[in-house]
């Protein structure tokens, strides 16, 4: 079946940099589109960055645009998260999300199959 395991969340301070992993497996990784979300206490889960089966297309939420990279080893069955110039703002559980095709989605109901989180807080 389907597994999407994130990792590489943790404690950092405001500006600093993290790197996320979702290392996938139970499907045929490069012929989908993957994705990260994320969802702070209270709030509603959000797109944070996408990106198609090549790494040809990604898409970012305005909020990281400039600052979070998203990219993919094909090989490695491994969609990554560069994270730098962190925000308190960014604190949430982030969500690594298999696609329904090979596009890079934006919204919620163009992903199959969530992992299970990582959290990552940001102290100010």
């Known amino acids: 079946q389907v597994q999407l395991v994130e990792s590489g969340g943790g404690l950092v301070q405001a500006g600093g940099s993290l790197r996320l992993s979702c290392a996938a497996a139970g499907f045929t990784f490069s012929t989908y589109g993957m994705g990260w979300f994320r969802q702070a206490p209270g709030k509603e889960r959000e797109f944070v960055a996408s990106?198609?089966?090549?790494?040809?297309?990604?898409y970012y939420a305005d909020s990281v645009k400039g600052r979070f990279t998203i990219s993919r080893d094909n090989a490695e069955n491994t969609v990554y998260l560069q994270m730098n110039s962190l925000k308190p703002e960014d604190t949430a559980v982030y969500y690594c999300?298999?696609?329904?095709?090979?596009?890079?989605?934006?919204?919620?109901?163009?992903?199959?199959?969530w992992g299970q989180g990582t959290q990552v807080t940001v102290s100010s």
């Open positions: 999300a298999k696609g329904k095709t090979v596009l890079a989605g934006r919204l919620q109901y163009e992903f199959a199959y």
């Open positions: 990106i198609s089966r090549n790494g040809g297309t990604t």
